[in-house]
């Protein structure tokens, strides 16, 4: 059942974001020119500190660009993005059912509605027992699920993800990402996944964005020629698998000792 | 099983300690060390606890307190509240009331009650004032502070998901702000108590500080006794039934 609605379009062109700190400016990210596909997964990795978090704040609304621009085609869409946080970011005064429905309530959706549209986000992601649960009382991977309900809820064209499945242990991990996986094929979104994994960056991506250690810039942009749907467990025990991850490695290993190179200095 | 008898061996433990206290006082006595006149034994206090009880006194004088106590613990702990999570979300509030809370709330509010008295007279107003005004500070010190608090990543959430001020206000800031409203509610109920007692000792007929006090000007230290062991039950009593209502209205609270 593939959707035959197209997620967000993005134009990214000329980006740039300069913190002033103590000594001077830190630039996190600079010269970043990127178009995304409309219902395209794009994956971006790096070694740490090279500004792909600020990106996707940046992409989020949370933060503002020091110069540069952004599009954001969206049209047919209810909102324009919605942001899957690493810690899932539930609110732990509210149950799992009134998480789901925060974003819609924030945009006035009626309240018939609004539920029936929890009920359906709830199903999809298995939760439907669990409605009344608080945060604290769900498993690491239950959150995460609620947090992608709440996100998918609202209707987004693009799905904005900060590295959600870092803190999972590796079974729920590949549950979530085969989860995420079909939800996107079903569904259509662009969904733009920040990741320090090289290898869940192959396993669910079309391409694979490299940046370099700070300030993050675009190294390389890979296209990843596995076809959808995909099996991610067959996936990643393939020969092809494994010489893609490979290249990719020694293209960020480069940019991983640069950036220990200027930590140690 | 073993959850429900290790909370009654809990409850059973909290009581322990002060009826030690008290039976170790009574035998203290008992041996002859120390002049019941001056220091009556708890069983001396209990007979006069229950005579009091049974005239009605104690009642009379228990109504009176606590009808000053919670209205001055409302009027004062919810703009205390208001006004800490609007610190807490508007910069500007912040800058303009912190100066005023720094050079206010060292001022022992007893020493506002001869101003009190001349603005509200020697009613109940002047009392549920002063209480109130004690109440403040504690509430809108916690509650900023746990307001301020609230971890960026909910601040983040909210944000992305399209919330309103008033969003942010309503189902984020006073929320993730209620653990600490509560811990400063439970140090203004306690301070409400001292601050009434000491400013029931003048200019007032009725409440368990003009008990104390003039069960001082008669020498009758059992009744100040009484009166005393009367405030501790009233601040117990009190405590426990927060306790009790923050544990019904914060249920995310790990255990």
């Not at chain 2, 005239?55 to 106590?69: D, F, I, K, M, P």
């Not at chain 2, 800490?84 to 050079?103: H, S």
Request: with cysteine; glycine share 8%; aromatic share 8%.
């Amino acid at each position: 059942m593939k959707s035959q609605r197209r997620g967000a379009a993005v134009d990214i062109s000329g980006l740039r974001r300069e913190y002033a700190n103590g000594q001077g400016t830190v630039v996190a990210i600079d010269h970043v020119d990127l178009s995304v596909a409309p219902g395209e997964f794009l994956c971006i990795v790096g070694p740490s500190g090279c500004g792909k978090s600020t990106l996707l704040r940046i992409l989020a609304g949370l933060d503002r660009q020091s110069s540069g621009s952004i599009k954001v085609h969206a049209t047919g869409w209810a909102v324009e993005n919605a942001m899957v946080f690493q810690d899932s970011g539930l609110f732990p005064w509210m149950d799992v059912e009134t998480n789901v429905r925060f974003g819609l309530d924030t945009r006035g959706v009626a309240r018939p509605e609004a539920e029936a549209r929890v009920e359906a986000a709830l199903k999809l992601v298995g939760l439907g027992k669990f409605r009344r649960h608080y945060p604290h009382q769900l498993s690491g991977g239950m959150r995460q699920r609620s947090a992608i309900a709440r996100a998918f809820v609202t209707d987004p064209g693009m799905l904005l993800m900060d590295e959600p499945f870092a803190a999972l242990d590796a079974q729920n991990r590949v549950l979530l990402q085969a989860e995420l996986v079909r939800l996107w094929e079903q569904t259509g979104k662009t969904v733009i996944y920040v990741t320090h994994s090289i290898e869940e960056a192959l396993l669910m991506g079309d391409r694979t964005v490299i940046m370099t250690a700070q300030p993050g810039r675009i190294k390389q942009i890979i296209d990843v020629p596995f076809p959808h749907p995909r099996d991610l467990i067959q996936l990643s025990a393939s020969a092809e698998f494994g010489r893609l991850k490979l290249d990719i490695w020694k293209v960020l290993e480069e940019e991983v000792m640069r950036a220990r190179a200027e930590i140690e200095r | 099983m073993s959850g429900v008898t290790g909370k009654t061996k809990e409850r059973l433990l909290y009581l322990a300690s002060p009826i030690g206290l008290l039976v170790l006082w009574q035998l203290l006595l008992m041996a002859g060390l120390g002049d019941r006149r001056f220091i009556p034994t708890p069983s001396d206090i209990a007979a006069r606890y229950w005579q009091m009880v049974a005239s009605g006194e104690l009642a009379q004088h228990t109504g009176v307190t606590l009808y000053r106590v919670f209205a001055g613990f409302f009027i004062g702990s919810i703009p205390g509240i208001a006004v800490g999570l609007l610190m807490a979300m508007f910069r500007p509030v912040r800058i303009v009331v912190d100066p005023l809370i720094a050079a206010l709330f060292p001022i022992p509010k007893i020493a506002l009650m001869p101003l009190l008295l001349l603005a509200f007279g020697f009613g109940d107003a002047s009392k549920i004032a002063l209480v109130a005004i004690a109440v403040f500070f504690p509430v809108i010190i916690n509650t900023y502070s746990g307001a301020a608090n609230i971890e960026k990543i909910y601040w983040d959430v909210a944000r992305n998901f399209g919330a309103s001020q008033q969003v942010m206000f309503r189902r984020i800031v006073f929320f993730g702000a209620l653990p600490m409203i509560f811990a400063g509610l439970r140090i203004a109920l306690a301070v409400s108590f001292i601050v009434l007692v000491a400013a029931e000792f003048v200019a007032t007929k009725a409440g368990i500080g003009y008990l104390i006090w003039n069960s001082w000007e008669l020498l009758q230290v059992d009744v100040m006794f009484v009166g005393i062991v009367t405030v501790g039950i009233l601040g117990l009593i009190a405590t426990v039934a927060l306790q009790e209502i923050e544990r019904k209205v914060i249920p995310w609270k790990a255990e």
